[in-house]
């Protein structure tokens, strides 16, 4: 695979899908590889690893609650979406476990995340534009006003609808019936299984939506049916890659494997840590990208002509986009 014109060792990629380590916890042979002889842990069910995420992630989601609605510090907000996530990577993880109430499915989740995820959105854009200006020149700081204006009231709004989502029937409906769950849990006949024998089967093909993206096909070009890297791309070459909508919807696929994986992490000891920490490096580094990207759709819509009235936040931005643009290709050459 491909990203930033580094190319990917696909054969590792292969490897780990073929070759999935069994977890940790599970009869193995010993050490010595003598037959006959095997580990006597108890093997851990699908059904106690289902229901134990589930219920840490729901516990994790609802603790940040009240915190959100009293708005006092922006992490609480970010807490929150972090549990919802995760709440909602178990369920896709463990769907074919998992027997859960028509109130608590994962689209119900996944509707009291996106109104989250608008308000965190402008607490992300405050906190670039707050890590900008002290480089701004006092001219270009006070230009910036009307954006700060603006600012506050898309927050207030969508303040209001976060709260009214988190008070509303619907929440309260889903926090209830994901407890209940939880204290007596509905699960499919796999169940009862050992992680060993349907980990595999389970975190396979999320690694292989993964590898399959099309976004690591951006910045190359296909000769004889295989992609090569486009080089020595100009800013502006960068930026028009930065804009497409499959390198967004590559970095939350990312995100979402790499939650995945860490779902099930402590099963495989530490045979994970080196792709977690990988994965992390790439999604960080695609975030830095999205949020460059974040950040000037809303000036553009907080102040006309922005980037002319903007000249020195204009060049800090494409500084930034191509600095990331760089980290990603190292991320992709270290992986």
Same mark, same amino acid.
């Given at each position: 695979?491909?990203?930033?014109?580094?190319?990917?060792?696909?054969?590792?990629?292969?490897?780990?899908?073929?070759?999935?380590?069994?977890?940790?916890?599970? =009869?193995?042979?010993?050490?010595?590889?003598?037959?006959?002889?095997?580990?006597?842990?108890?093997?851990?069910?699908? =059904?106690?690893?289902?229901?134990?995420?589930?219920?840490?992630?729901?516990?994790?989601?609802?603790?940040?609650?009240?915190?959100?609605?009293?708005?006092?510090?922006?992490?609480?907000?970010?807490?929150?979406?972090?549990?919802?996530?995760?709440?909602?990577?178990?369920?896709?993880?463990?769907?074919?476990?998992?027997?859960?109430?028509?109130?608590?499915?994962?689209?119900?989740?996944?509707?009291?995340?996106?109104?989250?995820?608008?308000?965190?959105?402008?607490?992300?854009?405050?906190?670039?534009?707050?890590?900008?200006?002290?480089?701004?020149?006092?001219?270009?700081?006070?230009?910036?006003?009307?954006?700060?204006?603006?600012?506050?009231?898309?927050?207030?709004?969508?303040?209001?609808?976060?709260?009214?989502?988190?008070?509303?029937?619907?929440?309260?409906?889903?926090?209830?019936?994901?407890?209940?769950?939880?204290?007596?849990?509905?699960?499919?006949?796999?169940?009862?299984?050992?992680?060993?024998?349907?980990?595999?089967?389970?975190?396979?093909?999320?690694?292989?939506?993964?590898?399959?993206?099309?976004? $690591?096909?951006?910045?190359?070009?296909?000769?004889?049916?295989?992609?090569?890297?486009?080089?020595?791309?100009?800013?502006?070459?960068?930026?028009?890659?930065?804009?497409?909508?499959?390198?967004?919807?590559?970095?939350?696929?990312?995100?979402?494997?790499?939650?995945?994986?860490?779902?099930?992490?402590?099963?495989?000891?530490?045979?994970?840590?080196? =792709?977690?920490?990988?994965?992390?490096?790439?999604?960080?580094?695609?975030?830095?990208?999205?949020?460059?990207?974040?950040?000037?759709?809303?000036?553009?819509?907080?102040?006309?002509? $922005?980037?002319?009235?903007?000249?020195?936040?204009?060049?800090?931005?494409?500084?930034?986009?191509?600095?990331?643009?760089?980290?990603?290709?190292?991320?992709?050459?270290?992986?």
């Amino acid at each position: 695979m491909v990203f930033g014109g580094i190319v990917f060792e696909h054969g590792a990629k292969v490897k780990l899908r073929l070759n999935w380590p069994a977890p940790a916890g599970i =009869e193995l042979p010993n050490e010595r590889g003598r037959s006959g002889e095997q580990s006597m842990t108890q093997p851990v069910s699908l =059904e106690v690893l289902a229901t134990t995420a589930i219920g840490t992630y729901l516990s994790k989601m609802t603790r940040s609650q009240k915190a959100v609605l009293k708005d006092r510090d922006p992490e609480d907000l970010h807490q929150m979406r972090v549990g919802l996530r995760r709440l909602r990577t178990a369920m896709q993880v463990f769907e074919p476990v998992l027997i859960l109430p028509k109130a608590a499915q994962e689209s119900q989740v996944a509707a009291v995340g996106r109104k989250l995820g608008r308000l965190r959105d402008l607490d992300v854009i405050t906190e670039l534009l707050q890590q900008y200006l002290p480089d701004l020149p006092p001219a270009e700081a006070q230009a910036l006003t009307p954006g700060f204006q603006y600012l506050q009231r898309r927050r207030q709004r969508a303040l209001k609808q976060v709260k009214a989502v988190l008070k509303g029937d619907r929440y309260q409906r889903l926090k209830t019936r994901l407890k209940t769950w939880t204290q007596a849990p509905a699960c499919s006949a796999l169940a009862p299984l050992s992680a060993s024998t349907v980990l595999p089967d389970l975190v396979g093909p999320l690694l292989s939506r993964l590898w399959l993206h099309p976004g $690591w096909l951006i910045a190359t070009a296909i000769q004889q049916g295989q992609p090569q890297p486009l080089f020595n791309l100009d800013p502006e070459a960068i930026d028009g890659y930065v804009a497409q909508p499959t390198l967004h919807s590559l970095r939350k696929q990312v995100k979402r494997v790499r939650y995945q994986l860490q779902l099930v992490a402590d099963q495989y000891g530490d045979r994970l840590n080196a =792709e977690l920490t990988q994965l992390q490096a790439l999604q960080e580094t695609l975030g830095h990208l999205q949020d460059g990207l974040v950040l000037a759709d809303f000036l553009g819509a907080a102040i006309p002509h $922005w980037q002319t009235q903007l000249p020195t936040l204009k060049a800090q931005l494409a500084h930034s986009r191509n600095q990331s643009w760089g980290n990603g290709k190292r991320c992709k050459a270290a992986t």
